[in-house]
Structure formats: C-alpha cells, structure tokens
C-alpha cells in the first residue's frame, strides 16, 4: 500500500459487505488513499497478469459518457463504454476512445509555472521518443502555487476576480459557483467552441418563445417514424452524438417496427446528411421558410385550417428562393403528413445564423402541428440533472463578446481560466488575445499548453480527466435523471495538482469568507458533500444506508441516475398561435460564395493533440492530418481548381490559404472548412498543422445571441500553389485520375 497506509487502516475504511468490494477495486472513499502504481512498485491489490478495472466519465465533450477503463500494473490500457450508464449504454465515440493519448501526451504541463505571456511552453519538434525533450521546466512548487491564487483572491476586489471555464467537469464548476455565492466575486462563465456552433442558446430561446420554459429540448429520434432534420448533424458532434446515435438505429430498425425515413436539409451533406434516405441540399438562409412551407402544405394535405404559424408563406416562392422544387416539397409534405410519428429537429448551421431563431422556431413548430410532444418518438424537455432545479446553459457568442470587451477595459484584474481555451476557440474577430493584456493576472489550468496557456502569467496544471475526481451533469440524451461519476483510474504521471484541492487550499490560505465559503480538506469531501443529498431521492439506480457505501457504489456504477422518466412534456398551447417570419437570413461580405465552417466529427475543438484522431480519416473525404476547403467540382472547374491546389479565401473578417478537396457532395454556390485544426500551439502533434476557419468569421449574432457563423460569404482566388493532401480514398476510384492511361 502507499503512504504509510496499512491494509488494515484501508480496510476499516471501506466499510464492509459489498461496499468493501466497490472499494477494494478503486471504487470508494478511501481509495483516494491508494496510489495506482506501475508494476515496480505494484500494490498488494493488484495482481500479475490481471486487468483492474475503474468507472469514470468521458471529458473530451461535455455529453457525460460513462467509461470503464481496463488498467494493468497501474497503466490505462483501454477503454470503453459503460454499460451501465443510461446515456451511452457502453457505446462510446473516437473521441472516447482515444482519450488515452491524451493522458500519454508527451507535451502535457508538468508542473506548475510562473510564465512570461507568449512565451512557449514546450518544443514542438523534440523527439517524442526521448523523455528528455525541451518542455519549460516547472518553476515553482505547489505552496507558492497555491499561495499565488490565495493572494489573487484576497488582493483583489471581488468584482475585479473573474473565472472563464469549460463544459467540464461540473463538479469545478458548483465549486466556483458555491464561492462566488459566498464571497461576491463574479459567478463563473462557461463557453465552448462545441455550444458555439451548436447553438444552445438559439435552441433553449426558441423552446421559451414556444413553449414558456427555455429548456433543452430532447428529440426521441428512435421512436420516430420519420425524422426531418434542419441542420442537425446528430451523428457527429451535435449535443450527445453518442446518445442520438443510439436513437438513429432505433429509427432504422426494422425488425420490430417498419424501419424509419430520415431526411436531412442541409447545403453541405455531412456524415449525418450520408445516411439520409434523402438529402436536400438547400441554400443556405432559407431553412425557415422552408419548414414553413412543409407546415403549410401538411395542413393542406390533411385538409384542416392553415395555423398562425404557417399562414403567411408561399410555397411556389419558398421553391424558387430555397432550391428545392414545389414538387420535392409537395413530396416531402406527403411523407409528414402520413406519419403517425414525424419528428422535426432544428440544429448546428441551420441556427448559426442571423434568422436562426426564426429557424428554430419554424422547426420547433412543425412538431406542434405533428402533435407529438410528449409522446413516442416526439419533443420533450431533457430531464434535468440530480440536484438541478433548471437548466443551465453556456454563454453565448455575445455574451463571449461582453466578457472580452470587460477584460479590455480592465474591469477584470484576475482571470482564472479552467477547461477551454478561448484564444483558440473564439472569432479571432473577438480579439481575446489582445483582450487578455487588459487583465493584470492570468492564471491558467490547463492541463496541456494550449494557446491560453501561452497568454498566461502562470500554468497551474490540472489533472487529466483519467487522473481525477468529479462528476458530470448529464444535460440531454437518456429519459432518466443522470449524474455521471469520475474517479482516477491511475496515479497522476506528473507533478499536477485537481483545480478543486488548489482552489480549497487557497481559499483556507486567503482566509475569511473564502475559507468560511470553501470548508473542505480536500476535493473528495466536496464531493461527498454534494452527492450526499441523493441517498434522500427516491427511484434510484442504487441505495445505500450510509454515506460511505452510497459513494463507494457511485464510483463503482459510474455515477447515479433514477430508474424513471424525467423528462417533461412542453406546453405546446401557443406553439402555432404565433406569427412567424418566412424571411430568409442575412449574409455579410461581399463574396459570391456562402462560407459554411462545420466541426470536425473526428477531432473536434480539442482533439488535435492526439495523433489517434489526427490519423483517422475524416468520414466524408478521408483526409487526415490537415484542413481543406470544400468545393463543389463544377465550381472548381470553373474556376480552374483541381484538388490540392491551394485557394486563397478572404471574408471581411480575414483571410485563409487552404488546399482544395472537390467534394461533389455540396451545393455550387457554397464552400466549407472543418474546424479543428490550425492551431499555433498545443502539443507537437497540433501546431502548425492545417487551418482555423474561426479566422474568417466576423463579429455577427442571432436574436439569440449565438454566433452567425453560417452567415458569411466569402472570395476565392487560385493562388498558383500546391499542397497535397494526405487522405485514404483513391483519386483514382473517386475521380478515375489515371483509368485508361497507358504505361
């Protein structure tokens, strides 16, 4: 055992009956006494040539999968699903899965740092193989760490202290939440580059205009018979791709119902838009008179009134503006309208624009004339998470965009960033890199050297994920209630310290209303303290008759969640009573070209560092390892492109040079780029690698306050360079270069 802990000492701790056995294999209380240790010096627990397993919670987004991890002689080896969780049912995504090369990064911050802004963190072209390669020493020790955020706290204003976090954890978050509360600093901030372009604040605005509760709504897409999706690329990055993945093949199934017809609109056909029955390839700006037009002409193939919400629209206009015949929309009704289960759901570019709540709302709409909120395969609101009396949403774009702008101006003295990396994730329009240098003090948590973290006068670094303690809400996906657990699986590689124990400390050190808000002597007895209200609940998962057995299953289960439906039936009794605008979006720039920036289903906004997901191929184009732009091949014939030819693309925001991927699979008029690339730091295996398309995007809001960043249009010109593009498809199979040609 570890520490001068005897097994006797751990023995009494654990308890006894069963929670004895959750402990014994790292699953309760007293097993943050026991070190997870390679097998040098292996504890007496674990035994040769058999695996240890550990539940915990995926962190690469915020959706909350459950994991179990196999670990041997006190290494994570795999991963997987848990089964048990409600939300992924043992399924997990790639990002899921190459968590691992996230914990065995080998430009992880090793310790903590007192920096010098813009200063690197570590050599991006040291040997990998090599343990001794050029990564910034650890400068300072864990005291004067802790010490330095303590006077942070108590040298400062409580106005003038403010703390930017991630989606993730959850359990950090209530932390700063509860000392805000106490202690009058400002409430903390989350933002990710995923709510971005999602939406979230566009989607709960709508469901409050429509519904009077400004919810997350959770579409049954598995009970549905028809689903039409505006937008929504729920197979890959939107939401909880893993929980609406498991609802598509419900749809799909045909064994035990007739199998179910999907269609997608969208101007770009992505992964989701690939396993459409059929795909509309719509131009960008007219989804929600498009949806009108389907609601009219539904309630026309029913014969019953034409609603508020449809009345002033006309198909024959919507046909010619939004690319879609009369007849393909006449046909589209018909499938609607015959469906005794039709399912309509608004998402991702669809919103990301200026008339993204009319969208939303169009969408929404459709639901209510179908009349399946409530039911199966129909609208509910998500339910809400154990503890949460409502749900909490990210900030938006402008909201992003105020918080800056207060950094600018000073008003912000500390900054504590945990969990994202806003100089990467933001517009580069918003100018949070300039905006940082009107904060005295930054203080990142980064657990590896992001962009951020190069901005910051120190890097406190954070576990990672599979090193830690926590718990996260569970905002969409299951019917139930979820709390999803996190617990480390191995002891920390490096000299890291958990954000919570950091933060605990420093709030005894600072003294007063911090020490009095923040009572704990560690992370665990914070979260002890927070789970202890659920062995009140009723409909449980599991019980327990004491606190110590209660946590002990919550680590071995993964977390807790009821057994019940909580998901909550919306009051639908204004949704077609409202007057609602079939006008279509508003674009900026000058361009001839609708720009459409998608996320990368494979890497997303974080997973560059991690050669596993670099090296995957994308799921439409194969390319790996790099960014491309999206265009049409009877565009780029016209305009004299062929693949790998290098393009200069100028919005009125900036300008990128990106290699051409002629992809047939989207509309002429529009081009796209993923998002995850292009960064300029952040680990060996992501700097300097490929584009960021955040580049091209100006400073342009929805009603709701959500990012148009599906509203620019933009100029391409050749530029007379190549780059080619490593991909896994063959030219040849694809475009037939080289069939016929004689050696």
């Not at 059929?278 to 309630?299: D, F, H, N, Q």
């Not at 690319?323 to 006449?330: C, D, E, N, S, Y």
């Not at 305009?639 to 900036?654: M, P, R």
Request: hydrophobic share 40%.
């Amino acid at each position: 055992m570890s520490n001068k802990f005897s097994r006797r000492d751990f023995l009494k701790l654990a308890g006894v009956g069963a929670a004895t056995t959750a402990i014994l294999t790292g699953c309760g209380p007293a097993s943050r006494f026991v070190k997870r240790e390679p097998y040098m010096q292996m504890p007496e627990y674990t035994y040769n040539g058999l695996s240890t397993y550990y539940a915990t919670t995926c962190r690469e987004c915020a959706a909350g999968c459950g994991l179990v991890v196999r670990t041997s002689q006190g290494r994570a080896l795999k991963v997987e699903g848990n089964a048990n969780n409600p939300l992924n049912l043992g399924k997990t995504c790639a990002r899921g899965q190459a968590t691992l090369q996230g914990l065995y990064n080998p430009n992880r911050v090793r310790g903590p740092i007192k920096h010098t802004r813009g200063e690197r963190l570590y050599t991006a072209d040291a040997n990998p193989f090599q343990d001794e390669f050029a990564d910034a020493t650890p400068n300072m020790d864990w005291d004067a760490a802790t010490q330095a955020v303590a006077d942070a706290l108590k040298n400062h204003k409580p106005e003038e202290i403010a703390f930017l976090m991630g989606m993730a954890p959850d359990h950090l978050f209530d932390l700063v939440t509860d000392l805000a509360a106490a202690t009058g600093i400002n409430a903390p901030v989350r933002f990710g580059a995923l709510s971005m372009f999602e939406s979230r604040a566009t989607l709960s605005q709508a469901a409050e205009n429509l519904f009077g509760h400004g919810g997350l709504p959770l579409f049954d897409v598995g009970g549905a018979e028809v689903v039409f999706s505006f937008g929504a690329n729920f197979l890959e990055t939107w939401l909880s791709p893993v929980s609406y993945t498991r609802g598509f093949a419900g749809l799909r199934e045909a064994k035990t119902k007739q199998r179910g017809t999907f269609i997608q609109f969208e101007s770009r056909m992505s992964s989701t838009a690939g396993k459409a029955d059929e795909w509309m390839p719509i131009r960008p700006g007219t989804e929600a008179m498009v949806a009108l037009a389907i609601g009219k002409l539904v309630s026309d193939a029913r014969g019953i009134t034409v609603p508020h919400a449809f009345s002033d629209v006309d198909p024959v206009v919507v046909a010619s503006r939004s690319g879609i015949a009369l007849a393909t929309l006449q046909h589209l009704a018909g499938i609607f309208a015959n469906s005794t289960a039709a399912l309509a759901i608004p998402g991702g570019a669809a919103l990301g624009q200026s008339n993204g709540l009319a969208v939303a709302e169009a969408v929404l709409a459709l639901n209510a004339l179908a009349e399946n909120f409530g039911r199966h395969g129909g609208v509910f609101f998500s339910a809400l998470a154990p503890n949460q009396t409502e749900y909490q949403r990210p900030a938006s774009a402008r909201e992003m965009q105020e918080f800056a702008q207060k950094m600018a101006d000073g008003k912000f003295k500390v900054l504590f960033v945990h969990g994202v990396n806003p100089v990467f994730e933001l517009p580069a329009s918003l100018d949070f890199k300039n905006a940082l240098k009107g904060v005295e003090q930054v203080i990142s948590f980064a657990t590896f050297p992001d962009e951020t973290a190069f901005e910051s006068d120190y890097v406190f670094p954070d576990h990672h994920s599979l090193e830690s303690w926590g718990y996260q809400r569970v905002v969409t996906g299951p019917a139930q209630s979820v709390l999803s657990g996190a617990q480390p699986v191995v002891s920390p590689f490096y000299d890291t310290r958990a954000t919570a124990d950091v933060l605990i400390a420093a709030a005894q050190l600072a003294g007063g209303e911090f020490a009095t808000a923040l009572p704990f002597t560690d992370e665990v007895e914070f979260l002890r303290s927070k789970i202890a209200p659920l062995m009140e609940e009723k409909q449980s998962f599991f019980s327990a008759p004491d606190l110590n057995t209660f946590t002990a299953y919550f680590q071995q289960y993964g977390g807790w969640w009821k057994t019940s439906d909580g998901r909550r039936v919306p009051n639908t009794s204004n949704a077609l009573g409202r007057e609602m605008s079939p006008a279509e979006a508003k674009f900026a720039g000058e361009g001839e070209f609708f720009f459409v920036p998608f996320v990368s289903p494979t890497m997303a906004e974080a997973g560059a560092n991690k050669p596993w997901l670099q090296e995957l191929p994308d799921p439409t184009t194969t390319v790996m390892w790099n960014t491309w732009v999206e265009i049409n091949p009877v565009t780029a014939e016209e305009l004299g492109l062929l693949d790998d030819d290098i393009v200069k693309i100028t919005s009125e925001a900036g300008v990128l040079e990106v290699p051409v991927y002629r992809y047939p699979a989207i509309r002429p008029d529009t081009i796209a780029i993923p998002f995850g690339q292009g960064h300029t730091a952040y680990s060996r295996y992501a700097e300097g690698r490929g584009k960021n398309p955040a580049d091209l995007l100006g400073q342009h809001f929805n009603e709701a306050g959500d990012l148009a960043f599906a509203g620019m249009k933009v100029k391409i010109e050749k530029t007379g360079k190549q780059q080619p593009l490593s991909r896994l498809e063959s030219i040849m199979g694809v475009y037939g270069v080289g069939l016929g040609e004689e050696k």
